[in-house]
């Protein structure tokens, strides 16, 4: 049955093999989503470029640029969504994909309802909250002023610092838990569910990541704090501003 949207979110599949291409959009399709394909990097590209995309599933292993290749260069200059897809059975790269700031990993074989929710998680933790009968969520500190149900934060002179989902989600799980230290594991928890097993790497990388963006000094951080051999703490005082 297709969902009644007038405005159909856009997937762009990125997979050398056709068959899982057509796989996927014909699936997709009837769950009234709009699907582009895309069988290496400069596909990929080219599809980007033509119209908005609101998430990538995207191969690990592709001719020419690889997935880790073409995720990285994504990351650098966009926030997209991006769903890595994998045939290899290697906890490496998925910690690479996931520390390079990939949202969500899938092994193949992948059962079609599976990626259909990891899908709509990714999505719909980027929507803002569409009830606005509910109060918004607002955390200031130092300066920054960050909101939940929007998903944005917004630095003290009103520019919106551009953060991943999953930066998004670290950061709000932090200062929600202002001055308790957080473990990994809790971290992968509060910001992934249980989709993920929790890697130490990929909760470092991303904190690493979410330092250069918001700490004055990253390479002496003073909101997001190292607690050694058990995990992090957000040592700022966040005061909450409900309107």
Known sequence: MKKPQLDPEHILVVDDDPRIRQMLARYFEEEGYRVSLAGDGKEMREGLEKSHVDIILLDLVLPGEDGLALARDLRSRSDIPIIMLTGRNDVVDRVVGLEIGAD???????????????????????????????????????????????????????????????????????????????????????????????????IDAQIARLRRKIEPDPSHPALIKSVRGVGYVFSARATRQDT
């Open 104 to 202: 969500d990993y899938i092994a193949k074989p992948f059962h079609l309802r599976e990626v259909l929710a990891r899908v709509r998680s990714a999505l719909r933790r980027r929507q803002p909250s569409a009830r606005n009968e509910l109060p918004t969520e607002v955390y200031c500190f130092e300066g920054l002023r960050l909101d939940v149900a929007r998903r944005q934060l917004m630095s003290h002179d009103g520019n919106e610092i551009m953060l991943t989902t999953g930066e998004f989600d670290m950061l709000c799980a932090l200062v929600k838990h202002s001055g308790r230290v957080l473990k990994r594991d809790v971290l992968m928890d509060l910001t992934r569910g249980r989709n993920l097993e929790a890697f130490d790497r990929t």
